[in-house]
């Protein structure tokens, strides 16, 4: 190849990526004026459905979670647009975290992340995703609202519904068109992680050791399945035993797997009952208990369970960081019709 061609080549090579990868940041008035009526009719619904079922805003809360944590690395072929005239096709690889990946069904070309360890059997709220869908794209007149920023807004009002504190959230995500449950069950952070693991788990998604604590107050709301804790409850030595015993009642070594427990005394308040747990050596799975156990976030967990303030800042501050994580915006991705399946 010779100097000309190869510049031209390079100079192709640059124009398709950037073609491909026209982004735009996130911002809390994207809808203000596509369709001003989509975040009044998303908390409607949220606020229903916690009402019914106090439970379901931790479900909403943890399915934003998962979502954004699962970056998906995907190969977007760009033959039609960029073909160069030796005929190679150009490959990019795109990065997505907050995309609605987590929503979609399997298909013959992936696997649904709804089987990744970390979720199969336990994440849930897919049919209220469904209703907020159904109801935002009949408000705005068309489909303009993505599951993903669905997503990040109900997460928000779910907290709120709660009782928990509010924050603006950033939008102008899109869909992504795959997903894939061996990345999720690589990248989920597991209930048996200690310290050292969880942190290492965070900064792999930018998120400091203060966005671990916050964000693991999350766990002030919500249930529990005893297949996910029994290991704690019968064989930790950092445990309450009197919260031991309590916890072995409705959780056996063996049997009643999906019998639930509250990480918290208050499961559909969303308070500081979760951190002062914790300074009593209550914390229900071992990921909770690790961050009083003697390490550098003892100091943390102590401040949050004495002020309630300090933990709502950094829980918002916290939320908009990881709602950040490599969105797809611009002309990435799309906005799903069905948030179960690819347009």
Known sequence: MGMAPRFNFLLHAFLCLALTTTSFSLSPKFYDNLCPQALPAIKRIVEA?????????????????????????????????????NGLELIFLVFQGCDGSLLLDSTSAFETEKNARGNFN???????????????????????????????????????????????????RR?????????????????????????????????????????????????????????????????????????????????????????????????TAYFKNLVKERGLLTSDQALFSGGSTDKL????????????????KSMIKMGNIKPLTGNQGQIRVNCRKVN
């Open 49 to 85: 459905a916690v009402h019914r079922e106090p439970r379901m805003g931790a479900s909403l809360l943890r399915l934003h979670f998962h979502d954004c944590f699962v970056n998906v690395t995907s190969f977007l072929h760009t033959t039609i647009l960029c073909m160069p005239k």
């Open 301 to 316: 967990v102590e401040a949050y369970s004495k002020n309630h303030d300090a933990f709502w800042v950094d829980f918002g």
């Open 175 to 271: 869909d992504s068109t795959t997903a894939s449950r061996a990345l999720a069950d690589s990248v989920l952070p597991s209930a048996s992680m200690d310290l050292p693991a969880l942190i290492s788990n965070f900064k792999n998604q930018g998120l400091n050791t203060r966005d671990l604590v916050a964000l693991s107050g999350g766990h002030t709301i919500g249930l529990s399945q005893c297949v996910i804790f029994r290991n704690r409850i019968y064989n930790a030595t950092n445990i309450d035993p009197t919260f031991a015993k309590e916890r072995r009642v409705t959780c056996p070594r063996t049997g009643g797997n999906t019998n639930l427990a509250p990480f918290d005394p208050t499961p559909a308040r969303f308070d």
């Open 122 to 172: 336990s994440v849930r709220g897919f049919e209220v995703v469904d209703q907020i869908k159904a109801e935002v794209d009949r408000v705005c007149g068309r489909p303009v609202v993505s599951c993903a920023d669905i997503l990040a807004v109900a997460a928000r009002d779910s907290v709120l519904a709660l009782g928990g504190p509010t924050w603006k959230v950033r939008l102008g």
